[in-house]
């Protein structure tokens, strides 16, 4: 991304009016692609509406790019199309699976890190970006399970996926936070350790203790303020790598628009900051 | 570093969604091992609820005539015999109508097929392509002597159906939005409904056996003189003029669709 280097908020049907109406400067929007996965109506004619005010991203969840499969080419069109509808500014997918064998499961769902899911998962995004014909950015998801049979750590994984598929990389800081606190590792090292140069993209949001486990287990739920911790790792992390888009990521419990804007200001002020070194 | 088996991450994906949906499923040692974790939970609720908020979501209806608790333990059934085929999660829920009517807890609830099915043309008209509508007009000015040779096409955005076992779309129009009053006299009778989304919003309109069997007529590229003598023969009493003049206003035909048929 290199005209959008400011922050940014999910974008809900809920906020279509004010984020229409919002004059921030250099507010973008970010959307899931697959909520406008359709053939015509009144969600296209709103984001058009929206894109012809503010830059947008999409953010899919569903290429099920670690699943040992080809993208569904069907699916991998529709993007493509949105794609050259709405001329997004960034295009991000997940480390994860969710389509398998014909069935959608609306999660990230976890892999081994081995070396022939690298080569899968390689050859899928090399696949995406073709079809796609654009650069996209690859989120590190959030962990519950501690899982076996990985042979590669996250970081050297993603970083070799950049380069094989010359993919960017999208960091979320929040599920760093989550997955280091699920499984005892030290955030602040994993953000130290990720390699900067390839974030497109970074990502902050709100996470909840588990319903049944309590503080002993951390989930990713979107539904709430970004946690303290985790703007200091962000904090952490712009001083070390510069400005790099950000999103406000809210997709449930949803408060009012004004309240999303003021966690955006804040995230800019820090993107704006004179320790942010020049991109 | 263990070396892995070629086939190894297919394997594990295989098990792993199949203790996503099946808890009982007998799968690897290692997918075992993984689901035993509490946290695996997470993975299996989000799966689920992510799919049983989608069929509540494109079910309003269903859900307001049910209530909500009945409706996620009917939701939950349905997801774990039908997970989506498509991660656009509006489209999720196709066979959900067919469940129900063979659903035994909902056998006492004759209509609620019909009230879902009423729901996912909502939908289908929401997410139609964007087509103009035909005008008025534009049939008006032909001559009544040209006028049975010529075909109309139903817009994509319409939905209609014939009930013929309960008043559905009464009961459906009713729950919708949470509008009108579902405790309010209920005339048992069979029932047809329109749906059409001429613009943005989707509408709903009562239609009579005669409307239904015209549009059916329509679809199947027949001619309007056949699409009424169609009418005619479901409702010997129909008024062919006001029906037709009822369905240009309601936008349920697409423009420059006025072709005469050359026999």
Known sequence: MTTVLTAGV?????????????????????????????????????????????????????????????????????????????????????????????????????????????????????????????????????????????????????GELARRTGCGLLLDVNNVYVSARNLGFPAGDYIDAFPGEAVMEIHLAGHTPDANLGEALLVDSHDTPVALEVWALYEQLIRRIGPRATLIERDDKLPDFATLLAERERADAVLRAPLAKAA | MPPTMPGALARFQDDFARALIEPDAAVTHEIAALASQPAFAVYRNTVMKGCIDALQANYPAVTRLVGEEWFRAAAAVHVRETLPADPTLLHYGSAFA?????????????????????????????????????????????????????????????????????????????????????????????????LVRPRDAVEWFALDAAGCAFLDACAAGGTLGEAAEAALQAQGDANLALLLARLLKAGAFRENAVQQRSN
């Open chain 1, 10 to 158: 999910s974008l809900k049907p809920q906020h279509y009016d004010a984020a229409f109406a919002c004059p921030a400067e250099g507010l973008w929007f970010e959307v899931h692609p697959e909520n406008y996965m359709v053939a015509g109506g009144p969600r296209l004619a709103w984001l058009e509406t929206i894109r012809s005010k503010h830059s947008i991203s999409l953010h899919g969840v569903a290429l099920s790019l670690a699943a040992d499969a080809k993208p569904d080419s069907a699916h991998l069109a529709r993007l493509a199309e949105l794609g050259r509808r709405f001329e997004p500014e960034l295009v991000s997918e997940h480390l994860a699976w969710s389509t398998w064998r014909g069935a959608y499961h609306p999660d990230l769902l976890p892999f081994p890190r081995t070396s022939e899911a690298l080569v899968r998962i390689a050859g899928n995004v090399s696949r995406a970006q073709d079809v796609l014909e654009r650069r996209i950015a690859i989120e590190n998801p959030s962990h519950y399970l501690r899982i076996d049979g990985h042979s590669w750590g996250e970081i050297d994984f993603l």
């Open chain 2, 98 to 194: 067919d469940f129900l009517a063979r659903f035994q807890p909902a056998a006492e609830l004759p209509y609620l097929p019909g009230v879902a099915r009423l729901d996912r043309y909502w939908t289908e008209a929401h997410c139609a392509p964007d087509e103009n509508t035909l005008d008025p007009m534009a049939v008006s000015r032909l001559a009544p002597e040209v006028l049975a040779g010529v075909v109309l096409h139903p817009l994509g955005a319409a939905r209609w159906a014939w009930f013929e076992e309960a008043p559905v779309y009464t009961i459906w129009s009713r729950n919708r939005n949470g509008g009108g009053d579902p405790g309010a006299d209920l005339d048992w009778r069979p029932e047809g409904a329109l």
